[in-house]
């Protein structure tokens, strides 16, 4: 019975020792007598935002960069553009100004040969009006001729003139033809000219009002 009370009696001391050496170690909070009390300075005010510059980031100057590339591909694109359409007009005028003179120098050669044949034409009906004359006057082409038997001269004579007008009417059809064919293709000739010139005059009055 002692041992128990002396057991509890120590561990009471051990204990009772344990929170007087805390309370020993804890630091005071109270200041020392005499000293003047410090007071704490009030809180400064938040220091209001400033606005920061905005910042690019390499993305957007990519896209910056892009939309500037783009930009300057569209102009570039369009001034192609016109140009092509320029050099396609050009072309096209440079085109009908050779088919123009082409057309010209044909139908001149066209004319040419409807100038020939006219004027074989006109050879023709000058043959044939001088044998037509020649046979009025027969009796002076027998005369002319000397023949000995009259009858079988005149008869003679009268064949070779006959056939001289059929081979020269013959001509004249072959002839009267090949002018028809060619005043055919002097008038396309005309008709094409007339249409290109009109065409390039169309064309340059155009040039000069976008000019302006």
């Given amino acids: 019975m002692r041992r128990n009370l002396l057991s509890f009696l120590l561990t009471i001391t051990a204990a009772i020792a344990f929170f007087a050496s805390g309370a020993a170690g804890q630091p005071t909070t109270q200041d020392p007598p005499g000293r003047p009390r ?11 935002p400033v606005e920061q510059p905005l910042l690019t980031t390499p993305i957007q100057e990519q896209d910056e960069a892009m939309r ?4 300057n591909l569209s102009t570039q694109i369009g001034l192609l553009a016109d140009e092509m359409r320029n050099l396609r007009r050009e072309t096209e005028r440079n085109s009908w100004i050779m088919e123009l003179l082409l057309n010209e120098d044909r139908l001149a050669k066209v004319e040419d040969k409807i100038q020939d044949a006219n004027n ?6 000058a043959r044939e009006l001088d044998i037509q ?7 002076r082409e027998l005369i002319l001729r ?10 003679a004579i009268r064949s070779e003139f006959q056939r001289a007008l059929d081979d020269i009417r013959s001509q004249q059809v072959i002839n009267q033809q090949r002018i028809a064919d060619l005043n055919g293709q ?20 155009k040039n000069e009002k976008e000019e302006k």
């Fill in 133 to 139: 004359l020649r046979l009025k006057n027969i009796q």
């Fill in 146 to 155: 000397g023949g000995v038997r009259r009858d079988e001269s005149e008869a």
């Fill in 120 to 125: 074989d034409k006109a050879q023709l009906d």
């Fill in 186 to 205: 002097a008038a396309r000739f005309r008709a094409r000219v007339e249409a290109l010139r009109k065409k390039l005059e169309f064309i340059d009055e």
């Fill in 68 to 71: 500037r590339a783009i930009t």
């Fill in 38 to 48: 410090q007071t704490k300075p009030p809180p400064k005010p938040a220091p209001e």
